[in-house]
């Protein structure tokens, strides 16, 4: 039998078709194209968004330095994604939210995180997750992906509350394996949630490269299988990155955005942890040219915004307030009560017991 | 050969891949980086990556994959990370390994062994440092084991692998270079379920294993005490007959774990000895554990864990009643 021509095309009907698009507005030489200039950027924001990268940096760098003297414990550097959190985060407005993995120092400095509260996480206290309300955001999270669930019910909340605050959600390309990124994303999109989601996607999860985490050719096109919005940004270019979350935050009241930053996580995974056993030098030359501090400043010393003399006064600027901070991190006595007194909203008197004898037999001077 | 506690586990595992092409390992960073302790270091240059597979980040395919690798004929060692991410996947583990053998009756089996990095003393960062040996224990269905030497340590894996049942193999970081020990270059098992008496006496017993087996030598030395040391290596199932042989010698019993104490392996030891042993005690059956919360942040795991103080106070009362 010969079958006609259409016969195909009747009962096949192409029922779903989906892009990712990858943006990028501010290129390796400092560039940029204006057609796809932010509203609400000024070259005012721009300087405030490069001092905080640089900020960021130095951070980075005495955090590195004090685990390497016994002064902090294990520790994840940021260095290379400075654009994406710098970019995400000053794109968030005064009541929105963010909830973090354990990467996101940028994230903190630019929503106001008093440093030493940072340096106390680091430095292994409990009182380093104590962060407070104004800053709008939530502890760091070590488990992979575990805070995506949280992410979702703390927008859930936001929308039942009828308050126009999004949430902003941190998550690694390694995390966008784990299934709870997949449940938070299908929930966030069922409910129409004011969730932003951003795949920090540094090309690795410790010696696992991109290629090896997914099949598919971006992470951004898993917020298909949500239904929601997803989008693809440079993220070492901190004005697309910061126009794409904008958008995504404006576009929350009506649902969900899945947002792919492609950085690279240009240091080790934690200072646990040696790149040499498995990731090729010269990968990491590659993404030096595209830096994302270099850029900016390309931009702003073109537009003669930048000069060595600020570069200079800038450094010291923040070394004394980092260093401010660490002094008074390090100033910070630890009370082994604290451990008893937090568990419950209530002492329980089996709990007590425990705390009196360990007082009682000095057992905290052994 | 003279070795650590990580060098006889991927010793065992060498081992046992070359007598077995049904052996397989998975997890995060096990391959090129040979596993963030370097438990299988070199095994993916030697084996290939066909065998010893870098995984996606999640831990519910890792333990739930390796379930559906068991019961095909494969023995697969899945590594967790660290035991707090091995809870990502609990639902495979409670839900399936613990149960496919009962629920099918025997039809189907799941012959591997899950290796997770426990306890703590390291200065990790939070969840880093768990001791969830009565989580898993408590399943029942899963054989729990956790070796305090390098000897043990590699026998144990031998034996899980020999084995046809799920094994959760949890391995103390603190201990993982802490000392070597000379141990046969061959194939050995060591029997699990069975305790080892380390040390013996007459005055009292003491229950342990893990990290807590060292701090307990301590104070036994320092002390000078006539004592039975028991390390369980196998929390489930417990060696019920070695605890109240010796139990019954001593009449005294401590026992002592890094897990915390609120319901944690002590309680079910101690029960145990109170059902059947009670008269034959001539004081009351005492336990260390760490604090009954969660295990802190590592700037007060110091104040968590019990030392060799508590020990040594516990140890004193027990004998003066
Ligand atoms: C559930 C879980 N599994 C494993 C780990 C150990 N671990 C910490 S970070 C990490 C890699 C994360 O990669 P990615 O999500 O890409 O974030 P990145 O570290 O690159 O920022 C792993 C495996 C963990 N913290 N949580
Ligand atoms: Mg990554």
Not at chain 2, 293 to 303: A, D, I, L, R, T
Request: proline share 5%; charged share 25%.
């Amino acid at each position: 039998m010969i079958l006609p021509i259409w016969y195909g095309a009747f009962l096949i009907k192409r029922v779903f078709q989906g892009a990712v698009d990858n943006i990028q507005i501010l290129d390796e030489n400092g560039d940029i194209d204006a057609s796809l200039f932010p509203s609400g950027l000024d070259d005012k924001k721009i300087l405030e968004m490069y001092r905080y990268m640089s900020f960021a940096r130095a951070l980075d760098a005495k955090c590195l330095s004090l685990q390497r003297q016994g002064r902090a414990v294990t520790y994840a550097p940021l260095i290379g994604e400075e654009a994406t959190q710098v970019g995400s985060a000053m794109a968030m407005r005064a009541g929105d939210l963010f909830v973090p993995n354990f990467r996101q120092h940028a994230v903190y400095l630019v929503r106001g995180l008093p440093l030493e509260i940072m340096f106390l996480y680091w430095r292994g206290f409990e009182e380093g997750a104590a962060i407070p309300k104004e800053v709008g955001g939530f502890p760091y999270i070590v488990p992979v992906s575990s805070q995506m669930p949280h992410a979702a019910g703390i927008a859930f909340a936001q929308k039942y509350n009828k308050k126009d605050v999004a949430v902003l959600a941190y998550v690694g390309d390694g995390g966008t394996s784990e299934g709870d990124f997949y449940e938070a994303l299908n929930f966030a999109g069922v409910f129409k949630l004011p969730m932003v989601a951003i795949i920090e996607n540094n090309q690795w999860a410790i010696s696992v490269p991109r290629s090896k985490q997914s099949a598919a050719e971006t992470l951004a096109q898993k917020g298909f299988a949500a239904g929601i919005r997803c989008v693809q940004v440079d993220g070492n270019d901190v004005i697309a990155v910061y126009k794409v979350i904008s958008e995504a935050i404006a576009n929350a009241k009506d649902g969900p955005t899945l947002i792919e930053c492609v950085t690279y996580r240009m240091s080790m995974h934690t200072t646990a942890d040696d790149p040499t056993k498995y990731r090729d030098p010269a990968e990491v030359e590659i993404w030096k040219a595209r830096d994302p501090i270099d850029r900016v400043r390309k931009y702003l010393s073109k537009k003669a915004l930048w000069s060595l003399e600020l570069e200079k006064a800038m450094g010291e600027e923040q070394l004394k307030i980092i260093d401010e901070a660490v002094a008074k991190a390090e100033a910070f006595k630890p009370d082994p009560k604290s451990m008893f007194e937090n568990v419950y909203g209530y002492m329980p008197q089996v709990l007590q017991d425990e705390l009196d004898d360990s007082v009682a037999n000095n057992f905290w001077q052994g | 050969m003279k070795v650590n506690m990580v060098s006889a586990i991927n010793n065992a595992l060498d081992l046992a891949m070359a007598e077995k092409e049904e052996v397989v390992l998975l997890g995060e960073d096990i391959g090129k980086d040979g596993g963030v302790f370097r438990a299988t270091d070199g095994l993916q240059a030697k084996y290939g990556e066909g065998r010893v597979m870098d995984t996606p980040l999640a831990e519910s395919v890792i333990l739930g994959a390796s379930i559906g690798m068991a019961m095909s004929g494969l023995h697969p060692v899945p590594e967790i990370q660290f035991a707090g991410f091995m809870l990502m996947g609990f639902g495979q583990l409670a839900n399936h390994a613990a149960r496919y053998r009962s629920r099918t009756r025997s039809k189907f089996e799941v012959p591997m062994v899950v290796r997770t990095p426990i306890s703590g003393g390291v200065r990790t960062l939070e969840h880093h440092s768990d001791s969830p040996e009565a989580l898993y224990s408590h399943l029942g269905g899963l054989t729990v084991v956790i070796p305090a030497t390098p000897y043990d340590a590699k026998g144990l894996m031998i034996k899980a692998l020999h084995m046809r049942d799920p094994v959760i193999f949890l391995e103390p970081t603190k201990l993982y270079r802490l000392f070597k020990q000379e141990i046969p270059d061959e194939m050995y098992e060591v029997e699990i379920g069975k305790a080892n008496l380390v040390k013996e006496g007459n005055d009292l017993t003491i229950v342990t294993y893990g990290t807590m087996l060292s701090v307990v030598n301590e104070v036994v030395e320092k002390k000078n005490l006539s004592a039975d040391v028991l390390d369980l290596r196998t929390i489930n199932p417990l060696d019920e007959k070695s605890i109240l042989d010796s139990v019954k010698k001593t009449g005294k019993v401590l026992i002592v774990h890094e897990a915390p104490l609120g319901f944690g392996p002590g309680a079910e030891i101690a029960a145990r000895i109170a059902e059947k042993a009670i008269f034959e005690l001539d004081a009351p059956i005492m336990r260390v554990g760490s604090n009954s919360f969660p295990y802190p942040f590592p700037g007060y795991e110091n104040y968590y864990i019990p030392n060799a103080l508590k020990v040594s106070k516990a140890v004193d009362k027990l004998l003066s009643t």
